[in-house]
């Protein structure tokens, strides 16, 4: 396995995200611009929500079919979508399936299921395993701990009977999330190890927030105009942390943990885009862990974006990178 690099690169941006950014339906979207966040909740839905998309959008993420369920937890219920892909169905039959436990980007603070639902649709379909979209409580409304509680409490949901009898294997349940989703996955991981409970059986990193990203060359570079608002990162971090939490705690910002405390975690798969401001805080992290030990598998995009899972409505560049990512998700659990 060829070492991962401590920084990525970026190239040129591809000409359908380009076209996106400047004048398609996401030209006026932004995540941590100026905009209270509730106006960015409200707009990333109409933007980005499943119900608001056009026929031959969702033509693109065809699915078996689409359950809704809700979990009762410490913190409240909270819904779970749940996605059945065609493709996964022998093994569901053979209970030998895999499961994704999904937490949505958005800092924390943004954000909801239906804004993912394209995304997630394709990337079941590709890994042939099902996907358990959480619609978590957001913050500020909700802060740090909470999030990390419901993940958990929705991962030992699934590798129990409630896994079980929708097929799930429980040995094949996966973590994963983009951007804040991503830093919660990484986190968990780790709060799992330490507190001896069955871990995931492999982690899903997208672009994910490992740390705060203000020294690095990406945030320079990629401070604003695509999509993701470097600074607005200074307000989800305050909106995440109630007041006594150090930001080094070390399931807060595992990328600051030292390497001798990232060994003996699940097997990451760290995907990265180079117009991205927290794209250097990634393949650090998935440099890291690989120092530590771990198996990771990391995958650039250097002509993509923040957000790209949730492009592929109208970025071809976005939906194979979408696809390709499902696929790497199959071998992981599959062995393949």
């Not at 707009?43 to 079919?65: D, F, V």
């Not at 937890?73 to 499961?99: L, N, W």
């Not at 608002?229 to 910002?253: I, K, M, Q, W």
């Not at 060994?263 to 998935?286: S, W």
Request: charged content about 20%.
């Amino acid at each position: 396995m060829s070492s991962i690099p401590t920084v990525g690169n970026r190239t040129t941006l591809a000409p359908s995200v380009k076209q996106l950014l400047s004048s398609g339906p996401t030209s006026d979207l932004h995540l941590g611009g100026v905009e209270a966040y509730q106006e960015e909740r409200r707009h990333h839905t109409e933007i980005l929500g499943w119900h608001n998309l056009s026929e031959e959008a969702r033509a693109k993420a065809p699915i078996e079919n689409v359950e809704f369920t809700a979990v009762r937890t410490k913190h409240g219920t909270i819904s779970v979508r749940i996605f059945h892909p065609q493709s996964g169905e022998e093994r569901r039959k053979r209970g030998d399936a895999g499961a994704l436990i999904y937490m949505h980007g958005g800092g924390y603070t943004v954000g909801c299921v239906d804004d993912f639902e394209h995304g997630l649709r394709v990337l079941a379909e590709a890994s042939g395993c099902q996907v358990y979209a959480v619609d978590y409580h957001l913050a500020p409304e909700y802060r740090y701990p909470t999030q990390l509680d419901e993940f958990s409490a929705i991962v030992d949901w699934v590798q129990g009977p409630e896994g079980k009898k929708r097929g799930v294997h429980p040995d094949k349940v996966a973590g994963g999330g983009d951007s804040a989703g991503g830093n919660m996955t990484a986190a968990l991981a780790l709060r799992r190890r330490d507190n001896s409970q069955k871990n995931i059986a492999a982690q899903l990193l997208v672009y994910p927030e490992a740390r705060l990203p203000f020294d690095t060359k990406a945030c320079q570079e990629n401070n604003t105009g695509l999509y993701l608002e470097a600074n607005g990162v200074f307000s989800f971090a305050d909106h995440y942390l109630p007041r006594g939490v150090p930001p080094a705690t070390p399931y807060v910002s595992p990328g600051m943990q030292d390497i001798d405390n990232l060994k003996n975690v699940p097997p990451a798969m760290v995907f990265t885009a180079g117009f991205d401001p927290l794209r250097d805080v990634g393949v650090e992290y998935a440099h890291k862990l690989q120092k530590a030990g771990n198996a990771v598998h990391w995958t650039h995009h250097p002509e993509l974006t923040h957000g790209f899972l949730q492009f592929g409505p109208w970025s071809e560049e976005c939906l194979n990178a979408t696809k390709d990512m499902g696929r790497v998700l199959g071998d992981a659990l599959y062995g393949v």
